[in-house]
């Protein structure tokens, strides 16, 4: 049973930046895809990033677009998740989540994942 952590999340003011990092046990990193989600009180849980297991694809919500940027190194089972100019609309708990592979692109829905990380803060201060 594939087991995510996330660390790296964080109080940070309002143009500033955090890099999550998304650490993975298990021998069969490699082929999964790695989403990011976030979720802000009371709100539901959005989509932010996603890799392919390959590393070769990914996608972005519209909202971050141009100021994050998501990145894997199989070597070291660890999917990052670069966070740059950060608003105060980005504080949430951020999640990553796996999906074992499949013939589909990376998803963006987050039903379809199979496992998840317990997830870290992250604060925006304006």
């Known amino acids: 049973q594939e087991q995510l952590v996330e660390s790296g999340g964080g109080l940070v003011q309002a143009g500033g930046s955090l890099r999550l990092s998304c650490a993975a046990s298990?021998?069969?990193?490699?082929?999964?895809?790695i989403g990011w989600f976030r979720q802000a009180p009371g709100k539901e849980r959005d989509f932010v990033a996603v890799?392919?297991?390959?590393?070769?694809?990914?996608y972005y919500a519209d909202s971050v677009k141009g100021r994050f940027t998501i990145s894997r190194d199989n070597a070291r089972n660890t999917v990052y998740l670069q966070m740059n100019s950060l608003k105060s609309e980005d504080t949430a708990v951020y999640y990553c989540a796996g999906r074992r592979r499949t013939f589909s692109p990376p998803s963006k829905i987050a039903a379809d994942y199979d496992f998840w990380g317990q997830g870290t803060q992250v604060t925006v201060s304006s």
């Open positions: 890799m392919s297991f390959s590393g070769g694809i990914s």
């Open positions: 298990g021998r069969t990193f490699s082929s999964y895809a």
